[in-house]
């Protein structure tokens, strides 16, 4: 039950777009379209962006999309705004089933 | 409205035990799933469990097998942790969610309630 590989960090420019990476295995990512992403605003609790590789909940801004391809899965956001920064977090569904969630990427708008 | 509310938390002694509380309101609790999931200070999220809608399949991280037991009172719509041999590596906010087996993931989350194990 390895955790999942993200970048601690990324960063863009508002207007701009970035993607953050989520690396599994074959026995998370790459088995099963049950990756989801959550985002972390300071001191609360996370909250759904992405489920099922590439949807998104009701109410959820369409500049945030997901993808995957083999192990990794992405979530991309177009159009920063400083709203956007926090912590985000990808999770797969295991072959154990079990869920994983990755270490983590801190956004920053510059 | 839809939610969740965790109690429960506290300070306990390494090698104690607690029982952590989540209330659910607003939904159809005993036809969903439900998680937990921890948050040590200043690190990522941790999935620790799993208890579907029956109360009978239940999921754990190693890290917690063995020693925390989750389940549920559908009759009450709460969800429990029971959390026994604590370490302080325990130390972290818990929060419960609602989700199955991935497939919808954790779409509503609580405010998390904070366990400290310390001496």
């Known amino acids: 039950q390895s955790a999942l590989t993200q970048p601690p960090s990324v960063s863009g420019s508002p207007g701009h777009s970035v993607t953050i990476s989520c690396t599994g295995t074959?026995?998370?990512?790459?088995?099963?379209?049950?990756v989801s992403w959550y985002r972390q605003p300071p001191g609360t609790a996370p909250k759904l962006l992405i489920y099922?590789?590439?949807t998104r909940p009701s109410g959820v801004s369409d500049r945030f999309s997901g993808s995957k391809s083999g192990n990794t899965a992405s979530l991309t956001i177009s159009g920063l705004q400083a709203e956007d920064e926090g912590d985000y977090y990808c999770?797969?569904?295991?072959?154990?089933?079990?869920?994983?969630f990755g270490g983590g990427t801190k956004l920053t708008v510059l | 409205q839809v939610q969740l509310v965790e109690s429960g938390g506290g300070v306990v002694q390494p090698g104690g035990s607690l029982r952590l509380s989540c209330a659910a309101s607003?939904?159809?609790?005993?036809?969903?799933?439900m998680h937990w999931v921890r948050q040590a200070p200043g690190k990522g999220l941790e999935w620790l469990t799993l208890?579907?809608?029956?109360?009978?399949?239940?999921y754990y991280a190693n890290s917690v097998k063995g020693r925390f037991t989750i389940s549920r009172d559908n009759s009450k719509n709460t969800l429990y942790l029971q959390m026994n041999s604590l370490r302080a590596a325990d130390t972290a906010v818990y929060y419960c969610?609602?989700?199955?087996?991935?497939?919808?993931?954790?779409?509503?989350w609580g405010q998390g309630t904070t366990v400290t194990v310390s001496s």
């Open positions: 969610a609602r989700g199955g087996l991935g497939l919808s993931g954790l779409d509503v």
């Open positions: 607003g939904f159809t609790f005993d036809i969903e799933g």
């Open positions: 208890i579907l809608s029956n109360g009978n399949d239940k």
């Open positions: 074959v026995s998370d990512v790459g088995s099963y379209n049950r």
């Open positions: 099922a590789v590439t």
């Open positions: 999770s797969s569904y295991t072959s154990s089933s079990t869920v994983v």
